[in-house]
């Protein structure tokens, strides 16, 4: 049976640039402070990682292999001074096997490079292409006969679920030897013996509990052995899950037969010096603040993502948008490279229920909005996608200045669109008029919101909700207020996405006080400080009670007349106390506005309803706190 056996530890580290060796262990990456301060200066080039471990001892009837879970961006795998594997794509995992190099004593060196190249994606976006081994590398011990390692780093198996006519069936094909058996087992939560199944085999699995989104996402466990003279030499676990889901253009998404609306957030992978090596931990306390606000859909975005996050997505019952980061920019010899990362997404995620859509692009006519030779890649990743997987349904994300009769709009099955209305552009109404237009020209064609949203850093404020780019948690709030409602009034879009959900580094940003970081998320960096738009979609979103006074960061105030904001969905009131005395009772739902008039110095401020109530002591100013303003800083600085 297989040993899997953790390398992570003991590695030499070593710039090429100027050969300084310094110890470390994995998940590492050269870009934790440099591609986090702005400046798009980051270092873009290759290091080397180099390892000895002692001697692997095989039997006459066992191989060995190296697998590599994420080394962005390229990575050339060197066992002993053989070139075993050259990996092309930072995101996805890969294996080379090392049977045939076993010395006494054994050097594994890696030479890994994130350095700007024509061939790669991703080249152009707006984040941190982070260089470095950042997930975990494995040695894996097993039988001669096994099953397939060496396909797109696979998993050796292809388990299909499927609902067809209310019926529950599942398919099972195993990638082996040939002169070898396999069976599959299913077992339900309990672990219960459900059925055995062939190999090559569909059959219908009765009475099968479905997986039902946050409600009730069900898992089975399939195990898959290798048999071979009436012993299992390999064997394979996987979780899966029946589930059926379509989208209507006219009604939107359906989960087991049901309405089920996507409300959602966009993620990136990093983390305040950690980059993209991101722990366990960190990955659960990702998903369960995706939880608290009350999503129940998740865009990984622009890449494959750990194979550990999207189980926490089938655990917790979260529909997944996943991707490969085909983006920005087509890239005339990047073909080959776009069509293998999609294989390597499809092939090593199929199993998770929780995956709804394959993601083929994301605002790939930033450059050119019509181009031929980015219009046949499109098609070919649409076959290739289909081809890989028919039951899923394909989509992407168009650029908001395309347009909405854009060719790229109408290649896959579904599309949404990346549109920050009321953000870089004036007038958040144009949301509205936006997804009306479009729904009127393509009645038939299936709409989501791929991105949208608005900069705020929790340091700074502004009277009255702010306006556009002053970074205000004020206006980043009012904005999502109103995309809120704005969605709430087209129930026909499949999927809406916030973006962001947290904020994430990207060197070539400088805003709102702090280089190298895009701010739109819900929740900061280093996850400590939900803003107050968290807030706004936990109160709309979650069936958690809510209670949350607005700005109790904006302590120094110098209007006069200042507004008090409340999200509720406890009750249909809020009071509100000023220095001990009611002053006001607000009607209404989710979201209760007034304004107040303070008096110089310390102001205390109190709103209840019923046995909840929040407070904050506001200090009158005479002018404005500097602090609260942004001083300096381009949004948009990283296209340059």
Avoid at 90 to 101: L, M, Q, V
Avoid at 229 to 258: C, H, M, W, Y
Avoid at 389 to 414: E, Q, S, Y
Wanted: aromatic share 14%.
């Amino acid at each position: 049976m297989r040993k899997i056996i953790n390398l992570n530890k003991d590695w030499s580290f070593f710039y090429s640039k100027d050969k300084s060796t310094s110890k470390i262990n994995l998940p590492h990456t050269w870009n934790g402070l440099d591609g986090q301060d702005g400046g798009n200066d980051y270092y873009r080039g290759c290091c080397v990682y180099k390892k000895t471990i002692g001697k692997i001892n095989l039997s006459e009837n066992e191989v060995a292999y190296i697998e590599f879970k994420g080394v962005n961006s390229e990575a050339k795998v060197y066992f002993n001074e053989e070139c075993l594997i050259e990996h092309k794509g930072g995101y996805s995992t890969f294996r080379c096997e090392i049977s045939k190099y076993i010395n006494e004593i054994n050097e594994i060196k890696v030479e890994v490079s994130n350095a700007p190249r024509d061939d790669v994606y991703p080249q152009k976006a707006d984040f941190t292409f982070y260089g470095g081994i950042y997930r975990d590398v494995n040695l894996i011990i097993l039988n001669k006969d096994h099953f397939d390692l060496d396909y797109f780093g696979g998993s050796g198996i292809k388990i299909t679920p499927t609902i067809e006519k209310q019926k529950a069936y599942i398919e099972t094909i195993g990638f082996a030897p040939k002169d070898c058996e396999i069976s599959f087992s299913l077992f339900d939560k309990d672990n219960n013996l459900v059925k055995t199944i062939e190999n090559n085999k569909k059959v219908e699995i009765e009475n099968a509990h479905l997986w039902n989104g946050l409600k009730d996402p069900y898992l089975y466990k399939i195990v898959a052995n290798l048999i071979k003279n009436n012993a299992i030499v390999d064997q394979i676990e996987k979780n899966i899950g029946f589930r059926s889901f379509k989208v209507d253009p006219k009604k939107g998404f359906f989960l087991n037969g049901t309405l089920y609306p996507l409300r959602g957030v966009s993620r990136h992978q990093d983390r305040p010096i950690k980059g993209n090596c991101l722990s366990k931990e960190d990955h659960e306390e990702d998903i369960k603040l995706i939880k608290e606000v009350g999503a129940n859909t998740i865009r990984l975005a622009h890449y494959q993502q750990d194979d550990y996050f999207y189980d926490l997505c089938d655990k917790y019952g979260f529909v997944v948008w996943a991707e490969i980061p085909y983006i920005s920019e087509h890239l005339i010899k990047g073909d080959a490279n776009a069509n293998s990362q999609m294989k390597e997404l499809i092939i090593q995620q199929y199993h998770h229920p929780s995956i709804c859509f394959w993601g083929i692009s994301n605002e790939i006519t930033m450059k050119k909005t019509n181009d031929k030779k980015m219009m046949e890649e499109h098609k070919t990743l649409e076959t290739l996608a289909h081809k890989l997987d028919p039951n899923r349904l394909t989509t992407l994300a168009c650029f908001a200045m395309a347009g909405p009769n854009n060719k790229t709009a109408f290649v896959t099955d579904i599309v949404a669109w990346n549109l920050y209305l009321g953000w870089y552009t004036p007038f958040m109404f144009l949301n509205h008029l936006w997804i009306s237009f479009f729904h009127f020209l393509h009645p038939n064609r299936a709409l989501g919101y791929s991105e949208y949203g608005a900069e705020a850093m929790p340091n700074l404020h502004s009277k009255n909700e702010g306006k556009r780019f002053d970074n205000s948690e004020e206006y980043q709030a009012k904005y999502h207020d109103y995309m809120i409602k704005c969605f709430a009034k087209h129930n026909y879009l499949w999927g809406t996405y916030v973006w962001n959900m947290f904020d994430f580094a990207a060197d070539g940003r400088n805003q709102g006080g702090e280089p190298g970081m895009n701010h739109k998320g819900l929740v900061t960096f280093d996850r400590k400080i939900k803003k107050d738009a968290f807030y706004a979609y936990k109160c709309a979103w979650s069936k958690e009670k809510v209670f949350h006074l607005c700005g109790k960061r904006y302590i120094n105030r110098h209007e006069r007349k200042t507004l008090v904001k409340v999200y509720n969905n406890t009750s249909s009131f809020v009071e509100v106390y000023l220095n001990n005395k009611l002053i006001k009772t607000i009607h209404g739902s989710h979201i209760f506005k007034c304004k107040i008039k303070l008096k110089d110095g310390v102001n205390h401020l109190l709103v209840k309803s019923n046995s909840l109530e929040e407070a904050l002591d506001i200090n009158k100013v005479k002018e404005k706190d500097k602090s609260y303003i942004v001083t300096s800083g381009n949004s948009m600085s990283w296209e340059k």
